[in-house]
């Protein structure tokens, strides 16, 4: 009898020592050895644009630059065009980037800029004007413990380039 439970606490120590030992191979994913992966807005397609309602599909591609996969969890985003806010919100996406890869996903959404309609008109008038674009959001990566990477980022889209005379 003494001699089980003195087994049972070898065959727990060895255990407890194995799982610590596999522990730190994730302590590298928090001490900043790992680079932020890279996030972009690549494309917003309109998919329907009725007076009330207006339904765009917002294009991102998320490039890896380590040396191990990413899992990704969710992407909270805001999009706004000469300050007047095109979408926001948080979209529920699970997929991994393979090591020095790069990944391509979609998120629909609905909006209504019917009260900002006038000014998006003028702009789009004025074919060799720029229109200011600003995408701010996080992703949050992991599976089990996972960090969140904030981006940001801003430029200008000429309509002239989009729209055909």
């Known amino acids: ?3 089980q439970a003195q087994m049972i606490r070898i065959i727990s120590l060895a255990s407890l020592i194995a799982a610590l030992i596999s522990l730190s191979g994730c302590a590298s994913w928090f001490s900043g050895y790992l680079q932020k992966p890279v996030v972009r807005l690549v494309k917003v397609e309109v998919v329907k644009a009725k007076l009330l309602e207006q339904r765009f599909l917002l294009r991102f591609r998320i490039d890896n630059p380590n040396d191990a996969s990413l899992s990704v969890r969710s992407l909270e985003y805001r999009v706004t065009l000469n300050d007047v806010e095109l979408a926001d919100g948080e979209a529920s996406t699970r997929f991994s980037v393979q090591p020095h890869g790069s990944h391509e996903f979609e998120i629909p959404v609905r909006t ?8 998006i ?9 720029p229109i200011r674009y600003s995408f701010q959001g996080s992703v949050k ?22 729209i055909p005379e």
């Open 1 to 3: 009898m003494k001699y």
């Open 112 to 119: 209504n800029l019917w009260r900002h309609l006038k000014g």
């Open 121 to 129: 008109v003028r702009a789009l008038e004025k074919l060799d004007q």
């Open 141 to 162: 990566t992991g599976w089990l413990f996972g960090s969140r990477v904030h981006l940001s980022r801003n430029g200008e889209i000429i309509p002239g380039d989009y």
